[in-house]
Structures are given as structure tokens and as C-alpha cells.
């Protein structure tokens, strides 16, 4: 099994909750180095308050809110949805679930999976013979 695994989902999803909203799925860069790896998703309009970064029993969940927009006055066009945003990984156990840590920047989520110490790739000694 992988370290993380990612899982296709929808573009768009209705939320089945009290009141229909669009859902949106947001697409992650994710790169590893020997400590962690790295996710980085574009939520615009998720401020730190409004998102939701949970790790459960191997799965990570992100939760991000976004508030409508109220204009002053009508619209005359609306091209840019608005919408909040959904995204769960699996993640395996080699991850220091204890140390992730999230960010939020200008509409970006960082987020830092650390490996276990065991999972780290280390350098051998060799010694002469």
C-alpha cells in the first residue's frame, strides 16, 4: 500500500444536508521528501477559521467553508461559483498523525504529513573489513 492514496472524486457534489449547496473538490500538489510529505490545495475564500483538517483512523478529511458573497447591488453576471470544499485521503501508518499541521495562505491549504521515524529512509554506516 501506498503512503497516501489519493481518491477520485466529483468536481461538483450537492450537500445533502438541510439546504442543497455546492460542494466543490479541490485538486492537491502533494510532493514527498525523506521527512513528510505535502499537500497544497487552492480553497479561495477559506480563511484558518472556516476549515476543518481532521485525522481519523488512516483517513484525512478537509472541511472548508466559505461564506457567500452579498453585494451591494445586484449581480448583472455571476461567472466564479462559490461554494465550500470537500477532500479525504487515505494515509497509511507510516504518518505521524500526532505532528500534521496545517496553514492557510492567500487561499492555499498547506498541509504537513510527517513520517514516523521508522518509516524515514536512513543512512547505513559502512566500515571497513
Do not use: C
Not at 3 to 15: A, S, W
Not at 56 to 74: A, D, M, Y
Not at 76 to 100: L, M, N, P
Amino acid at each position: 500500500m501506498s503512503d497516501l492514496m489519493i481518491r477520485n472524486q466529483p468536481e461538483v457534489q450537492l450537500n445533502s444536508q438541510s439546504q442543497a449547496s455546492v460542494v466543490y473538490t479541490p485538486r492537491f500538489d502533494i510532493w514527498e521528501d525523506e521527512n513528510e510529505f505535502v499537500l497544497a490545495g487552492d480553497m479561495p475564500g477559506v480563511t484558518p477559521e472556516n476549515v476543518d483538517v481532521r485525522f481519523e483512523n488512516g483517513e484525512l478529511t478537509v472541511w472548508g467553508k466559505v461564506p457567500q458573497r452579498k453585494p451591494s447591488g445586484g449581480y448583472w453576471a455571476q461567472e466564479y461559483g462559490v461554494g465550500d470544499y470537500y477532500r479525504s485521503f487515505t494515509v497509511s501508518e507510516a504518518i505521524d498523525g500526532q505532528k500534521i499541521e496545517a496553514e492557510v495562505k492567500d487561499g492555499v491549504l498547506t498541509i504537513h504529513l510527517p513520517k514516523k521515524e521508522e518509516a524515514r529512509p536512513r543512512r547505513i554506516a559502512v566500515k571497513a573489513g
